[in-house]
C-alpha cells in the first residue's frame, strides 16, 4: 500500500508473492498441487472436498457447514 496524501491509497500486489502474503519458499510447499494461499483462498464448502480423505480437516470443516457457514472464506479475517 501506498498513502498518499491527498489522494486515496494505492494498493498493489506484491511481484514477489503477487498478494499472498507469504515469501516464495512457503509458496513452494504445495499439498495436492495447492499452496497455503490456495487453501487459504478456498471456501468451507470447496475445502470441505478438497479435504475429503483427511478427516481431522474434514470434522472440522462439517461443523462449519452444519451452521450454514459454507460460503466463509478459510482465510478470512476473524474481525
Not at 513452494?28 to 470441505?48: H, P, Q, S
Not at 478438497?50 to 462449519?64: N, V, Y
Request: proline share 6%; net charge positive.
Amino acid at each position: 500500500m501506498v498513502e498518499l496524501l491527498f489522494l486515496p491509497s494505492v494498493y498493489a500486489p506484491c511481484p514477489t508473492c503477487h498478494g499472498a502474503r507469504f515469501n516464495a519458499k512457503t509458496l513452494e510447499v504445495k499439498y495436492r498441487d495447492k499452496t497455503i494461499a490456495d487453501v487459504l483462498g478456498m471456501t468451507v464448502d470447496v475445502a470441505w472436498a478438497f479435504f475429503a480423505d483427511e478427516p481431522h480437516a474434514r470434522r472440522s470443516l462439517t461443523i462449519l457447514r452444519e451452521v450454514g457457514l459454507g460460503y466463509v472464506r478459510l482465510g478470512q479475517p476473524a474481525i
